[in-house]
T-cell receptor
Framework: DAGITQSPRHKVTETGTPVTLRCHQTENHRYMYWYRQDPGHGLRLIHYSYGVKDTDKGEVSDGYSVSRSKTEDFLLTLESATSSQTSVYFC???????????FGPGTRLTVT | QKEVEQNSGPLSVPEGAIASLNCTYSDRGSQSFFWYRQYSGKSPELIMSIYSNGDKEDGRFTAQLNKASQYVSLLIRDSQPSDSATYLCAVSYNFNKFYFGSGTKLNVKP
């Protein structure tokens, strides 16, 4: 693995509550990514970061925000969770010098 | 229009056979191509990356890229039951654009 951990690994929350997912990496990689994976849709990019405090939107960013205050941590926040955000969320990083992404173990989020 | 298309399968092959997985993509500006394997309930793991036309071999795996046809494939020789998984094709334009197919499920029967 690329030294990536995600927390929590499983979470059940209610509609309308805020949720924050954490991605932590130990390899000092510059680029970090948040994806969601849903049946029939594959992996879709939510947000990415290209350095501390440098973030940008992916293709499915509505309803999500991110922050990166340290190189090793990339946080994904659902300000007010909705049932459509029930999904498996993966964090990824790029090893230096290539576009090869390596994924964390994932967080399964259920919004009831 | 989906950026990356894969047949969802399942693709069933007998143990020891060659499994052939295919992927097409829509944007001719794509520069990098990847195959990931994903076991049920687990995260995707990188198998192969390929950047130029032709074949790239790594053990039992061969990736093939044809940019003119916008086509990338993965061949798995001597398929094993442990190869049973979903295989994801991904393409990249640069560090901020990655598109994944929805995956092909492979079943290797003993």
């Amino acid at each position: 693995d690329a030294g990536i951990t995600q927390s929590p690994r499983h979470k059940v929350t209610e509609t309308g509550t805020p949720v924050t997912l954490r991605c932590h990496q130990t390899e000092n990689h510059r680029y970090m990514y948040w994806y969601r994976q849903d049946p029939g849709h594959g992996l879709r990019l939510i947000h990415y970061s290209y350095g501390v405090k440098d973030t940008d939107k992916g293709e499915v960013s509505d309803g999500y925000s991110v922050s990166r205050s340290k190189t090793e941590d990339f946080l994904l926040t659902l300000e007010s969770a909705t049932s459509s955000q029930t999904s498996v969320y993966f964090c990824a990083t790029i090893a230096g010098g290539s576009y090869e992404q390596y994924f964390g173990p994932g967080t399964r989020l259920t919004v009831t | 229009q989906k950026e990356v298309e894969q047949n969802s399968g399942p693709l069933s092959v007998p143990e020891g056979a060659i499994a052939s997985l295919n992927c097409t993509y829509s944007d001719r500006g794509s520069q990098s191509f990847f195959w990931y394997r994903q076991y049920s309930g687990k995260s995707p793991e990188l198998i192969m990356s390929i950047y130029s036309n032709g074949d790239k071999e790594d053990g039992r795996f061969t990736a093939q890229l044809n940019k003119a046809s916008q086509y990338v494939s993965l061949l798995i020789r001597d398929s094993q039951p442990s190869d049973s998984a979903t295989y994801l094709c991904a393409v990249s334009y640069n560090f901020n654009k990655f598109y994944f197919g929805s995956g092909t499920k492979l079943n290797v029967k003993p």
